[in-house]
């Protein structure tokens, strides 16, 4: 768009080329508008508004990218409706992560576990599944816990299956990394999300985890 200014320079009027910026709506890698709170702690590359840095723009949303995050390992459409709109209460919606397998979460972890406020896992993923038109394997909760005792601790776990045979096994395995944990009993009904699961995350969220 050509655009005309009042000033000249002598007899001729000065032109301006102001160059239109591509219109992009979404990262053309992960599909996800880079406008989302989440891509604020991503590793993926992705271009911000103009003169919209990665600061200005956490802090227009109220974010500091030095803040601890909440990772919940979990599958299940309802409980994870119920989680963000818990979480969202309290204005912490916006530092969770919420990836429903194990494969993508240590990916996840492997970038941001240093930046782990708490961590809450679920057990059992559902089974295998086609995703990219191929078979995956969701795996378990017990990757991640297996996952975590290689790792020094840096948060507190909750352990928030309703698997009972399994769950014993898991604290097992993060004993064995020093992490400190506890665990939450899932009921029939997703109540327990604000009666049990939130206050235990208001409680230990940013607690060290050793």
Known sequence: MVVQSGARQGARLVIHQRRRRPAFSHDLRSGISPRHPLLLFSSTPFFYPRFQSPENLAKSRGVILSQKLIFVLENDPARIEAMKAAL???????????????????????????????ISLDHDLGGEQIRDGRMFDPGTGRDIACYLAERSPVCQVIIHTDNFFIRPRMQNILDSGNWTHTYVSPGNSVAWVCDDWLPKVLNLFGSDGA
């Open 88 to 118: 969202a209460l309290h204005e912490l919606e916006s530092v969770s992560m919420f990836i429903d397998n194990s494969p993508d979460a240590v990916v996840w972890l492997s970038r941001n576990l240093p930046r782990c406020g708490l």
